[in-house]
């Protein structure tokens, strides 16, 4: 069974930092799309980060030259790490996969992906 579980989020003041990672089980992390996407309240998702099969990155252009999507397919775990954060990032961050055949990082770079976890909120304070 699928399933993806993230952690690491928590509340920091504007420019700060923030990793938020991903425990992948079920499915092989380097075969599978992986994204996350992000949700503010009264707001749509919103496609943060997605790392292709090919280890391929892409990026919202919010968060462009700010965060930093990677993977380690020992430790079966996603990162996203987030720096230079603004008041702007608050939001419910969630991580998702999408298996081979099921659509590539673009457009939604995770946002519609098949599977995604609980989400962990992440609070920028001004």
Known sequence: QVQVAESGG?????????????????FTLSNYYMGWFRQAPGKGREGVACISIRSITYYGDSVRGRFTISRDNAKRTLYLQMNSLKPEDTAMYYCAANPPLGGGCNPSLGAEFRYRGQGTQVTVSS
Not at 14 to 26: D, E, Y
């Open 10 to 26: 928590g509340s920091v003041e504007a420019g700060g930092s923030l990793r938020l990672s991903c425990a992948a089980s079920g």
